[in-house]
C-alpha cells in the first residue's frame, strides 16, 4: 500500500481494510501507553483545505506530530487554486515539496484529478462523494465495542445522497457487514455507488438494503448512524430539507427496532433535534466521542501505511 492514493474504499481489498484498522489499534496503543511512535520522523504532509473542519484538521496535525512528521495547512486563500491555477499545475507544484497531500473539498472528480498528476500519495479527507477517512474511523469505533465486523448490521438514516452514506456502504461492503439505508425520496444513494457495493457485498457475503422506510431498515441493527440533514453547501435547502426527512429523525422510538446492544454513530458536527435526539446522541448507546478520537488513530494508520 507504500505510494498508494486513499481516495475511498472500492479501490481497497478487504485485507487492506483490515491491515489499516489493525495498524490503528496498535498506533493507539502507543499512544495510550505513552511510547514514542516516531515512524514518519522528517515526513510531511500538505492539508488543502476548501472547506472547513474541526477533527480533520486537528486530527490530521496531531497526528502528524505524534508521528514524528509535520503538517502544513493550506487554505484555499492560501493557495493559487483560489486564483484559478489549475488542478494539475498545483498537484505537480507541492508534490515537489511535500510527501503527502490531504484534500478536503466539494467535487469528488477535483481530488481524482489532483491524485493523477500528483506523484505523492493523496488522501480524501472529505469530498461530496466520499469521506472514507472518516468511515475509516467508524469502523474502528465498531471493532472496538463489537469485537468483529462481519456479521454485524449497520444501518445508516438520512441522506442517502451524501458522502457518509456512500462511504459506509463501500466499507460494509468490503468487510463483510450487512447494511440497510432509509432515506426519503429524492434523497437516495448515488446510484453507479449502490451498484459497485452490490458487486463487493456479493464477493464478502454482505447484504445492502436500500429504502424508504426507516422501521423497516433499523429492525435488528447492532450498529446505528446518521448524519446531518443540510451538509456544508446546501443551506439553500434546509427549509426543504428538514420538511423531508421529519419521519427520518433517530430517536427512541425508531431505534426500538435496533437491538437492545445496538451503538449509535455519528460523525459530528450534529444537531440536536434535527437528524437525532439529545437522548439517543447523549444516551447509553452513543460512542459518538470514542469515534471522534479514533479520527486521530485511524489516520494516522493511513499515513504509516502509505508512507513509512
Same mark, same amino acid.
Given at each position: 500500500?507504500?505510494?498508494?492514493?486513499?481516495?475511498?474504499?472500492?479501490?481497497f481489498?478487504?485485507?487492506?481494510?483490515?491491515?489499516?484498522?489493525?495498524?490503528?489499534?496498535?498506533?493507539?496503543?502507543?499512544?495510550?501507553?505513552?511510547?514514542?511512535?516516531?515512524?514518519?520522523?522528517?515526513? +510531511?504532509?500538505?492539508?488543502?483545505?476548501?472547506?472547513?473542519?474541526?477533527?480533520?484538521?486537528?486530527?490530521?496535525?496531531?497526528?502528524?506530530?505524534?508521528?514524528?512528521?509535520?503538517?502544513?495547512?493550506?487554505?484555499?486563500?492560501?493557495?493559487?487554486?483560489?486564483?484559478?491555477?489549475?488542478?494539475?499545475?498545483?498537484?505537480k +507544484?507541492?508534490?515537489?515539496?511535500v510527501?503527502?497531500?490531504?484534500?478536503?473539498?466539494?467535487?469528488?472528480?477535483?481530488?481524482?484529478?489532483?491524485?493523477?498528476?500528483?506523484?505523492?500519495?493523496?488522501?480524501?479527507?472529505?469530498?461530496?462523494?466520499?469521506?472514507?477517512?472518516?468511515?475509516?474511523?467508524?469502523?474502528?469505533?465498531?471493532?472496538?465495542?463489537?469485537?468483529?465486523?462481519?456479521?454485524?448490521?449497520?444501518?445508516?438514516?438520512?441522506?442517502?445522497?451524501?458522502?457518509?452514506?456512500?462511504?459506509?456502504?463501500?466499507?460494509?461492503?468490503? +468487510?463483510?457487514?450487512?447494511?440497510?439505508?432509509?432515506?426519503?425520496?429524492g434523497?437516495?444513494?448515488?446510484?453507479?455507488?449502490i451498484?459497485?457495493?452490490?458487486?463487493?457485498?456479493?464477493?464478502?457475503?454482505?447484504?445492502?438494503?436500500?429504502?424508504?422506510?426507516?422501521?423497516?431498515?433499523?429492525?435488528?441493527?447492532?450498529? +446505528?448512524?446518521?448524519?446531518?440533514?443540510?451538509?456544508?453547501?446546501?443551506?439553500?435547502?434546509?427549509?426543504?430539507?428538514?420538511?423531508a426527512f421529519?419521519?427520518?429523525?433517530?430517536?427512541?422510538?425508531?431505534?426500538?427496532?435496533?437491538?437492545?446492544?445496538? &451503538?449509535?454513530?455519528?460523525?459530528?458536527?450534529?444537531?440536536?433535534?434535527?437528524?437525532?435526539?439529545?437522548?439517543? &446522541?447523549?444516551g447509553?448507546?452513543?460512542?459518538?466521542?470514542?469515534?471522534?478520537?479514533?479520527?486521530?488513530h485511524?489516520?494516522?494508520?493511513?499515513?504509516?501505511?502509505?508512507?513509512?
Amino acid at each position: 500500500m507504500i505510494g498508494k492514493d486513499f481516495l475511498q474504499f472500492s479501490s481497497f481489498q478487504t485485507e487492506e481494510i483490515l491491515y489499516l484498522l489493525d495498524e490503528a489499534i496498535q498506533l493507539k496503543k502507543y499512544q495510550k501507553q505513552g511510547k514514542p511512535h516516531p515512524f514518519l520522523s522528517g515526513i +510531511v504532509l500538505g492539508m488543502i483545505f476548501e472547506k472547513s473542519s474541526t477533527r480533520t484538521r486537528v486530527s490530521f496535525e496531531v497526528g502528524m506530530l505524534q508521528l514524528g512528521g509535520h503538517a502544513i495547512f493550506l487554505s484555499s486563500k492560501d493557495i493559487q487554486l483560489g486564483r484559478g491555477e489549475s488542478i494539475s499545475d498545483t498537484a505537480k +507544484v507541492l508534490s515537489r515539496y511535500v510527501d503527502c497531500l490531504m484534500i478536503r473539498t466539494f467535487s469528488h472528480q477535483s481530488i481524482e484529478e489532483f491524485a493523477h498528476h500528483s506523484t505523492v500519495p493523496v488522501i480524501n479527507g472529505l469530498t461530496d462523494l466520499q469521506h472514507p477517512t472518516q468511515v475509516l474511523a467508524d469502523l474502528l469505533t465498531i471493532l472496538e465495542h463489537k469485537g468483529k465486523l462481519a456479521g454485524l448490521k449497520l444501518c445508516y438514516v438520512g441522506d442517502g445522497n451524501n458522502n457518509m452514506a456512500h462511504s459506509l456502504m463501500e466499507a460494509a461492503a468490503k +468487510v463483510g457487514m450487512d447494511i440497510s439505508i432509509a432515506s426519503p425520496e429524492g434523497y437516495m444513494p448515488n446510484q453507479e455507488i449502490i451498484e459497485n457495493a452490490k458487486e463487493m457485498a456479493k464477493q464478502s457475503g454482505s447484504k445492502l438494503m436500500i429504502t424508504n422506510n426507516p422501521q423497516l431498515a433499523m429492525k435488528n441493527a447492532d450498529v +446505528v448512524v446518521t448524519d446531518v440533514w443540510t451538509s456544508m453547501g446546501q443551506e439553500e435547502e434546509q427549509e426543504k430539507r428538514l420538511e423531508a426527512f421529519q419521519s427520518f429523525q433517530v430517536n427512541k422510538e425508531l431505534c426500538q427496532h435496533a437491538k437492545s446492544d445496538f &451503538i449509535f454513530l455519528h460523525c459530528l458536527p450534529a444537531h440536536r433535534g434535527e437528524e437525532v435526539t439529545a437522548e439517543i &446522541i447523549d444516551g447509553p448507546h452513543s460512542v459518538v466521542f470514542d469515534e471522534a478520537e479514533n479520527r486521530l488513530h485511524a489516520q494516522k494508520a493511513i499515513l504509516k501505511v502509505l508512507l513509512s
